[in-house]
């Protein structure tokens, strides 16, 4: 189990400009919003990358699943 604070330091370690938003019911089960410009122009499947290396080897372990949502400013709605 891992605390969704901690999972959004290590985003924020690794993308300081982000705005990021980390919920969990049960400390196993985690959806993620992530709005940064690094984002923009990277697919999928980059992006999903990017958000992986930064929460590490507990990816798997320690969270059992994680639900990303992420956007690049451009992408978000007013």
Known sequence: MIDPEIIKQRILQAM??????????????YSARIIDAEFSGRSRIERHRLVHAAIGPELGREIHA??????????VSA
């Open 66 to 75: 994680l639900s990303l949502d992420l956007k690049a400013p451009d992408e």
């Open 16 to 29: 300081p400009g982000a705005e990021v938003s980390v919920l969990s019911d049960d400390n196993v089960h």
